[in-house]
């Protein structure tokens, strides 16, 4: 039980608006707290260092479907009890998953942040002796549901399955999305599902984070109760590497025609990892191009030309942390606008970034945003133990959150011109074309 070692002592961080210590126990599990009591509110946050990236072939879609199980019981919570006892006590829960990682988290009055970090430390520990072929079943009914609705029969809801495979080679992490395969998730049984959970979701390969009304003391002596006693796993397989050498070097089309109301476009490029500088230059180009009304796309394409939908225009990057995360550029035509007239006025407008400087206004306006934004995300418990359990995962130091807002505040004018002359070439360009079925004849 437990690991070997002694938990390393305390350590507080310094640099963020909110005090942060941090302490690793025995087992590998980092836990970060981040007090404050101001209201009687507790956040628990999770970061499991799995994602789909970490899927080997045959397994895509392994990760997200976890985020479903864990929330079936465990060895001591029994079916839907977690989401009921968390609910009957004032609380709020959820899950994600994306590329990078999964995460899962609560929102209690602070008088109940022992029974949340019971209940996360139990279905750590405890899922699989719980996991049955029933609940795998039903699972994966509600996964292949989940598809449906939010993918298959959305106009354009499965753009992003098709934009990864056409932006990352096949074998790369990003190559599939999170969703998966339905043939893997059907094809896998019960014993391999376990050996999944088995091998990813342990104490030396998650982040615990609490923010809110808890001090370190009480949250340390708590996390070492219900999770110090979880053996770590020794050889955690590494997430496939996703180093690429710059730019894609020749462009990609496809083009789909659906039961679409409108032509639409999706113009995407490969970019840098998110926490690099560069791609901190590509979140303020994203937002000088395409957040709003003051943005170069709905200046140009929905005010000026009027070619394209006011409300179905925008850009923004995906920020992916482990290989070149992708800018996303996307604009819907107005009646009786052609999609070839859509498409040369959004590239018109892409290309205006790599001739035309970013001016004092843009640069201003888009960092005015980011801001917001970035106090947005931070000014709830919720945000705050999200943001700091991620930057420990990816970064390895929670504090290093810090750093990201005044990044955004140094990029220059010329930062976003460099930026967009090295990513923005058409050579390198994914485009994506929705068509209306009427228009296939």
């Known amino acids: 039980m437990g690991g070997v070692t002694s938990p390393t002592a305390p350590v507080a961080t310094t640099g963020y608006p909110w005090p942060i210590e941090t302490t690793r126990l025995a087992n590998g599990l980092r836990v970060v707290v981040s007090e404050d009591r101001t209201a009687p509110v507790v956040c628990v946050n999770l970061w499991y260092d799995v994602g789909s990236r970490h899927e080997p072939p045959g397994q895509t879609g392994f990760a997200h479907l976890f985020e479903h199980l864990m929330f079936e019981g465990s060895q001591h919570v029994k079916k839907t009890e977690h989401m009921k006892l968390v609910q009957g006590n004032g609380g709020s829960l959820n899950a994600t998953t994306n590329p990078d990682r999964t995460n899962y988290f609560e929102s209690m009055p602070s008088e109940h942040l022992e029974l949340a970090l019971w209940l996360e430390a139990d279905r750590m520990g405890g899922l699989v002796p719980a996991l049955t072929q029933e609940t795998l079943d039903n699972q994966r009914e509600v996964v292949k549901n989940e598809r449906r609705q939010r993918y298959d029969n959305v106009p354009y809801g499965d753009a992003w399955l098709r934009l990864l495979p056409l932006l990352y080679p096949e074998g790369h992490p990003y190559h599939h999305s999170t969703i998966g395969s339905m043939e893997d998730l059907n094809g896998a049984a019960l014993d391999t599902f376990k050996a999944f959970h088995q091998q990813y979701y342990a104490p030396n390969n998650c982040v615990l984070t609490v923010a809110g009304d808890a001090s370190p003391a009480e949250v340390f002596a708590l996390a070492e109760k219900y999770f110090g006693v979880i053996d770590p796993v020794a050889d955690i397989p590494p997430a496939p590497v996703g180093h690429l050498a710059g730019p894609a070097t020749s462009a990609v089309r496809e083009t789909v025609t659906a039961a679409v109301p409108a032509p639409r476009l999706y113009l995407s490029h490969r970019t840098f990892p998110f926490g690099t500088a560069a791609y901190d230059a590509i979140t303020v180009l994203a937002t000088v191009l395409g957040s709003g009304r003051g943005s170069r796309l709905y200046q140009r394409l929905a005010d000026g030309k009027r070619i394209a939908q006011p409300d179905y225009i925008g850009s923004y990057g995906v920020d992916l942390a482990h290989a070149p995360a992708p800018l996303i550029i ?83 004018a010329d930062d976003v011109t460099e930026a967009a002359t090295r990513t923005l070439q058409p050579d390198s360009r994914v485009t994506l074309t929705y068509l209306p079925e009427e228009e296939k004849a």
């Open 330 to 412: 996307t604009a819907t035509a107005k009646d009786g606008v052609p999609v070839e007239q859509l498409e040369q006025g959004l590239v018109e407008v892409v290309q205006s970034l790599v001739d035309e400087p970013v001016t004092d206004d843009e640069l201003n306006r888009a960092k005015a945003l980011l801001t917001t934004s970035w106090w947005r995300q931070v000014s709830t418990v919720g945000g705050r133990a999200d943001t700091l359990g991620r930057y420990t995962t990816q970064f390895g130091d929670p504090a290093t959150a810090g750093y990201r807002l005044p990044a955004w505040q140094a990029v220059t």
